[in-house]
C-alpha cells in the first residue's frame, strides 16, 4: 500500500503543474498512505481541518 499510496501522491503533485485534479488526488494518496502510516495520518487530519477551516465548514476534523 506504501507504494501506492506514495505513486498516487506525486501524481497529485505532478498536476498541480499540469491539468488535473490535484487538490483530490493528494488526500486521495495520504489516505492511502494513513492506513499504513502514522504520519500520513496526522497530515491528512491536518489538511482536513485546514480546508474545513478557509471553507467554513466541518466539524474541524476528525
Not at 498541480?16 to 493528494?26: H, M, Y
Not at 492506513?35 to 485546514?50: D, G, I, P, V, Y
Amino acid at each position: 500500500m506504501a507504494v501506492i499510496g506514495g505513486t498516487v501522491v506525486l501524481v497529485g503533485v505532478v498536476m498541480i503543474l499540469t491539468p488535473g485534479p490535484a487538490i483530490l488526488v493528494i488526500p486521495a494518496g495520504l489516505a492511502i498512505l494513513a492506513t499504513e502510516f502514522l504520519w500520513a495520518r496526522r497530515l491528512l487530519r491536518k489538511m482536513k481541518r485546514e480546508i474545513a477551516k478557509r471553507t467554513g465548514g466541518g466539524s474541524g476534523g476528525t
